[in-house]
């Protein structure tokens, strides 16, 4: 969760580790702090609880002195409150070392009380203090900082990622990692570290990702990468496909308004290459073959939070194309009931960064229980990716704001895809169905730049509800896992409550909830299919319009059924029903953004919330 940089090189690293910081500062904002080294050894540090641009004020006023060795990380608190003194880094040795962590060290109060009875003492409430203390101990009996990086590593239990330097050896940044992400920047005459890409992507576009339980030692001139037992380990490396401008807001109020605008050219990119003469191309899946994805008898796919949506959407268009079982369940819940799997059962796991700890467990789970794996991430290099059998990129772009809109459709284009290519080599859709439903496919995203026309509507109605206190969400079908994103949406982003609801189950509880001028989402399927909840989803409406509810109906352009029962529709374009949910879920993104902001809410970097959960 949390973000960390390191660097060793030419440049004022102060500059580096500031610049990094401020593109991974979706990952933690808590706290944010630096460690810088000169080529003489003096070592500087400074922290500050609060945003980055406290840090940074800080170093305007008392400005670090310059060095070519650093390391800066920005917080989300675990252990202890978002303090000054529980920020990072950490010292050891008596202040000769500074280390970094992102991740939770789940021994360390064993750890700690070992410490202090050697008559060590601690200033913070953190378990990456102790891992600080610690390593300066193995310092002082090592004499070299990789020694005693390995001989600390092998104490520690939980998830991880370190980064730490020390005075004594100035120009060395020492690294490693376990169920925690870390990657590696390769430079001329200068290398770097960071939890993520973003971190140095605006120096080089050529990374390496760390293994699990590896140690990486980056100079100026090397990168050194062993395992936790010191045999030193190969790595390949691998292009960014992105630039640091697609991390910067480039004018935008907000990067969740860039991102919402950016949806259309997710779900492209996402299809590029993807879709020839009529036909589903994935080169990614060339190591399943037709036979072996015949033999499969069951999906199960495995996310957490909005991915987990996106599963539920595909699981609708997988089943009916495919003909196969699908079902989806939160990673976090996945392995501890002892699911039943075997060779048989393909595991579909969902996450944008590549990094969610209950997915990757999860993975690895699935793995061990003898399943076939495949995973849908949007993050080039990182471990559920690797962990897995293959993997299905999305092609979104970096996604910085905390809460996830183009990586969603984006998951969703990419799971319709997979359902596709399945369907095909199962043989349950004809050549002619399955051109039809890729050109309806591949017309999404000119229909989603249609819908963001309307996003001035949407925007009225959030400013017109600022002080609404609650907000219900229905929706059947496809419609349903839209309701669901939505309510989180508004959840993640201006703090009141929302639910989500299947509007079948109205009349099943859900309906003594509804008052007089609750506002309540509905997502009107469309009127002109065989087999149309349509009339369903009208009679709901009915219901709880009887009941004095304020409805807000989001139905495709034409729907007259609906006018006379909604107060307010927002209008989003012609779309078979399993291709709707990607237009839906637009304006529900839209008014959660911008009741946020008449809220006065931050919406890129809402309370308690981070980016990239990467612990448990």
């Known amino acids: 969760m949390c973000g960390i940089v390191g660097y060793v090189g030419e440049r004022n690293s102060l500059d580096v580790l500031m610049g990094g910081l401020r593109r991974l500062e979706y990952r933690g904002y808590d706290s944010a702090g630096v460690a810088v080294v000169d080529d003489d050894g003096a070592m500087e ?12 004020d800080e170093l305007e006023r008392n400005p670090l002195h310059h060095g070519g060795t650093g390391i800066g990380h920005t917080r989300w608190a675990t252990h202890g409150g978002p303090t000054d003194r529980n920020a990072h880094p950490h010292l050891g040795d008596e202040g000769r070392l500074a280390l970094i962590h992102n991740g939770i060290i789940e021994n360390f109060s064993e750890l700690k009380e070992e410490l202090l009875a050697e008559g060590h003492s601690f200033e913070s409430e953190t378990d990456t203090e102790v891992a600080a203390v610690l390593l300066g101990r193995e310092y002082r009996a090592a004499g070299d900082l990789r020694t005693a990086f390995r001989n600390t590593v092998s104490r520690l239990e939980g998830a991880f990622t370190l980064l730490a330097v020390h005075r004594s050896e100035p120009g060395v940044v020492v690294g490693a990692r376990r169920n925690s992400p870390l990657v590696i920047g390769l430079g001329e005459g200068e290398n770097f570290l960071g939890s993520d890409v973003a971190a140095f992507v605006e120096y080089t576009k050529s990374a390496v990702a760390v293994g699990q ?3 990486v030692a980056i100079t100026a001139d090397e990168v050194v990468v062993t395992d936790f037992a010191g045999e030193p380990v190969e790595f390949e490396s691998f292009e960014v496909a992105w630039d640091a401008s697609a991390a910067e807001k480039g004018g935008w109020s907000s990067f969740m308004r860039k991102e919402v605008s950016e949806q259309p050219e997710a779900v492209a990119n996402t299809l590029r290459g993807r879709v020839v003469d009529g036909a589903v191309v994935i080169p990614e899946l060339e190591g399943f073959g037709d036979d072996e994805l015949r033999g499969i008898r069951r999906i199960t796919v495995i996310a957490c939070g909005t991915a987990s949506y996106a599963g539920m959407v595909a699981k609708y268009a997988i089943e009916q194309w495919a003909r196969i079982p699908v079902e989806v369940e939160l990673s976090h819940e996945f392995r501890y009931r002892e699911p039943v799997l075997d060779a048989d059962t393909l595991v579909v796991s969902i996450s944008q960064s590549g990094e969610t700890m209950d997915t990757l467990m999860a993975v690895k789970y699935a793995r061990e229980q003898g399943a076939r794996t495949i995973s849908i991430c949007n ?11 293959a993997v299905v990129y999305t092609h979104a772009g970096p996604e910085v704001a905390v809460a996830s809109t183009k990586a969603f ?8 895809l ?7 080599v199962r043989g349950t859709l004809g050549e002619a169905e399955l051109a039809a439903q890729l050109a309806e496919l591949t017309a999404v995203p000119e229909k989603i730049e249609q819908v963001l026309g309307e996003a001035g509507k949407v925007a009225q109605l959030a400013h017109w509800m600022a002080d609404t206190r609650s907000v219900l969400f229905l929706g059947r079908h496809v419609g349903y896992p839209i309701a669901l994103e939505g309510a989180l949406k508004l959840k993640e982003l201006a703090y009141i409550h929302a639910e989500g609801f299947a509007a079948g189950e109205l009349k099943h509880g859900p309906i003594a909830l509804i008052e007089p001028g609750l506002p309540v989402f509905v997502v009107v399927p469309s009127p002109r299919h065989d087999r149309s909840l349509h009339p369903k989803v009208v009679s709901n409406i009915q219901e709880i319009r009887a009941r004095g509810a304020r409805v807000i109906a989001i139905a495709e352009a034409g729907d007259a059924a609906v006018l006379p029962f909604a107060d307010e529709v927002v209008r989003i374009p012609l779309a078979s029903p399993l291709f709707e949910p990607l237009l839906a879920v637009v304006p529900l993104q839209i008014f959660a953004m911008e009741l946020s902001q008449a809220k006065g809410l931050d919406v890129d970097q809402p309370r308690n919330l981070a980016k990239s959960v990467t612990v448990e």
């Open 45 to 56: 540090t400074a922290k500050r609880a609060g945003k980055l641009k406290v840090l940074a």
């Open 213 to 215: 339980d590896q140690i």
């Open 379 to 389: 993050t080039q290099g990182a471990t559920i990716p690797r962990e897995s059998d």
């Open 409 to 416: 459709v984006a998951q969703i284009t990419a799971l319709y």
């Open 418 to 424: 997979f359902g596709l290519h399945l369907a095909r």
